[in-house]
């Protein structure tokens, strides 16, 4: 039922690139992002809908493949406030009523 | 600002003990969530409420409950039948019930510890 994201933890230092997937063995309806810091909230990212979607801004964006059964979120240069859990959180294509979220994948971006 | 509030930020609770996490949000949303994140862990739905007087249990509803008397307020109670209640406590809201595509807004959160 829930998502499986990979990797579980990665270390980054200021400038390098990451990519975060979340996986499912159904196909979704929606895939969405959430980042949270340490002790805090977490904050919504983005949300894909559409297969083959890709979407977010310069720096932070995710992708939705035409299966719709995996997405990918992508830290493109990265920054020390890029640091924090990021979560994936997905509903069924055939009961979007189910919605669970990922475990989450721990970054730490260092200087 | 709109957003929603969360309190206490830490509680200490003895067993046998109930206690209650309250959740207010200003953001006039009709659905509001409790979840329950425990370390290393992804959030679990504990209760969800789509409109005031209705609630629905979500995947991790026994020893909790909840109340929903005014749209802005979703109490979560954590009763002595909950045998492991050490956790993170988070409240979110949202526009629409269905989350499946509705951005889905968090409060800080609640620490509960049992000693």
């Known amino acids: 039922q829930q998502p499986v994201q990979s990797p579980q933890a990665v270390i980054l230092r200021e400038g390098e690139d990451a990519v975060i997937n979340c996986s499912s063995s159904k196909a979704l309806y929606s895939v969405h992002w959430y980042r949270q810091k340490h002790g805090e909230a977490p904050v919504f990212l983005m949300i894909?809908?559409?297969?083959?979607e890709q979407k977010g801004h310069e720096k932070i964006s995710a992708s939705f493949n035409e299966k719709k059964q995996q997405s990918s979120l992508y830290l493109t240069a990265s920054q020390l406030s890029y640091s924090g859990t990021y979560f994936c959180?997905?509903?069924?294509?055939?009961?979007?009523?189910?919605?669970?979220f990922g475990s989450g994948t721990k970054l730490n971006v260092k200087p | 600002d709109g957003g929603i509030t969360q309190s206490p930020k830490y509680l200490f609770r003895k067993e046998g003990q109930n206690v209650t996490l309250s959740c207010e949000q200003n953001?006039?949303?009709?659905?509001m969530y409790w979840y329950r994140q425990d370390p290393g862990q992804g959030l679990r739905l504990i209760y969800y409420?789509?409109?005031?007087?209705?609630?629905q249990k979500g995947d991790i509803a026994e020893g909790y409950s909840v109340s929903r008397e005014k749209k802005e307020s979703f109490p979560l109670t954590v009763t002595s039948a909950q045998k492991n209640p050490t956790a993170f406590y988070l409240c979110?809201?949202?526009?629409?019930?269905?989350?499946?595509?509705?951005?889905?807004?968090f409060g800080p959160g609640t620490r509960l510890t049992v000693l």
């Open positions: 953001l006039n949303h009709d659905a």
């Open positions: 409420s789509q409109i005031v007087n209705d609630f």
């Open positions: 979110a809201s949202s526009i629409g019930g269905d989350r499946a595509y509705n951005e889905q807004f």
């Open positions: 894909l809908l559409k297969g083959g």
């Open positions: 959180g997905t509903a069924w294509y055939d009961n979007f009523n189910k919605f669970y």
